[in-house]
């Protein structure tokens, strides 16, 4: 999921509004991180009744996943469901969008390492409509959404390195490209919870041992 977004589909332009509230604390920046515009509560609910619908239908049929079926599981109308989302190609757009803010949301209850374990496992379940966006060629404009959760990285990284479980030489981007790189591998590598625990144990390893020596065998 990441590693999509930071490796092939971000574009120069933002989705949030000049004088959204920067906080994962505020429900209203969530929604303008995901939308753009806060929604009525009755749109709010059903929005993410098409989504919630949305991931389990793609996941389910894949790309012959219908509009109809999506409506049908959300308990919604046909014409709602249109008036959200126009086209295919924007509901899943609007599903990686909601995926990225969840992560930013979810960078404030974890340590880093825990992070990169729980981003990792949300990778790994997210391929069908992850690899569905990518075949689309859907241009998604997340650079600020990313900025955010760059910040909510940074401040784990911090915490981290104060605590000496990360060593100090340790930059962000080598964070952020490790994330992205791990990813990418479990997106396409169809990684079990195993082949995920032992990978992330090779990473957090090398992040307490860089400029001490080197890794030791």
């Known amino acids: ?9 971000m574009s120069p332009s933002g989705i949030m509004s000049d004088d959204s509230t920067c906080t994962p604390e505020n429900n209203e920046w969530r929604l303008t991180l995901v ?5 009525r509560a009755d749109a709010q609910r059903n929005r993410a009744r098409i989504l919630d619908a949305a991931e389990a239908v793609f996941a389910e049929f894949g790309a012959r996943a219908s509009t109809e079926e999506v409506a049908r599981r959300a308990g919604v109308a046909i014409g709602t469901v249109f008036r959200h989302f126009p086209t295919k190609n924007d509901l899943l757009a609007a599903i990686m969008k909601r995926l990225l803010a969840q992560l930013v949301e979810e960078a404030g209850k974890h340590d880093l390492f825990a992070f990169f ?6 990778a790994a379940a997210k391929k069908t409509a992850v690899d569905l966006l990518a075949e ?10 990313v900025s955010h959760l760059e910040e909510a990285v940074s401040s784990l990284l911090k915490q981290a390195q104060a605590a000496e479980a990360v060593a100090d030489s340790v930059q962000l981007p080598e964070v952020m490209a490790l994330l992205a790189s791990v990813c990418q591998g479990a997106l396409h590598g169809g990684w079990g919870e195993h ?3 032992r990978t992330l144990a090779v990473i957090f390893a090398g992040l307490k041992q860089v400029g001490q020596g080197g890794c030791r065998g």
Do not use: F, N
């Open 1 to 9: 999921m990441l590693s999509k977004i930071s490796l092939g589909v």
């Open 35 to 39: 939308e753009g515009s806060p929604l």
């Open 117 to 122: 374990t729980h981003v990792v496992a949300q």
């Open 136 to 145: 689309s060629g859907v241009d998604i404009r997340l650079s600020e959404a």
């Open 195 to 197: 082949l995920q625990a």
